[in-house]
Nanobody, 119 residues
Framework: QVQLVESGGGLVQAGGSLRLSCATSRTIFSINTMGWYRQAPGKERELVATITSGGGTNYAGSVKGRFTISRDNAKNTVYLQMNSLKPEDTAVYYC?????????????WGQGTQVTVSS
């Protein structure tokens, strides 16, 4: 079991920045991939960025060059630095942890944090 606690959401003007944090209840090395997803009203949840236990990263095309995912192993925390925010980035952002245990796949989700970008 993995508990995830997100923080850092809020209201920001277009062009501004926010940093989201996701603290995990397990050592981050036991988690295959950590990621951020988002869901805007009336839309499906979509991938924003992921980072593997080996440090490899992946980004959605819409955020590449503006968002950066990183992690602090000592704090078992993953971050999402969001710069040059746009109104279309407005969504609830969810932290995700993906583990493979004895061949079975497990996904864990945080409670979500609201990000609102005003124009």
């Amino acid at each position: 079991q993995v508990q995830l606690v997100e923080s850092g959401g809020g209201l920001v003007q277009a062009g501004g920045s926010l940093r989201l944090s996701c603290a995990t209840s397990r050592t981050i090395f036991s988690i295959n991939t950590m990621g951020w997803y988002r869901q805007a009203p009336g839309k499906e949840r979509e991938l924003v960025a992921t980072i593997t236990s080996g440090g490899g990263t992946n980004y959605a095309g819409s955020v590449k060059g503006r968002f950066t995912i990183s992690r602090d192993n000592a704090k078992n925390t993953v971050y999402l630095q969001m710069n040059s925010l746009k109104p279309e980035d407005t969504a609830v952002y969810y932290c995700n942890a993906y583990r493979v245990v004895t061949g079975l796949n497990y996904h864990y989700w945080g409670q979500g944090t609201q990000v609102t970008v005003s124009s």
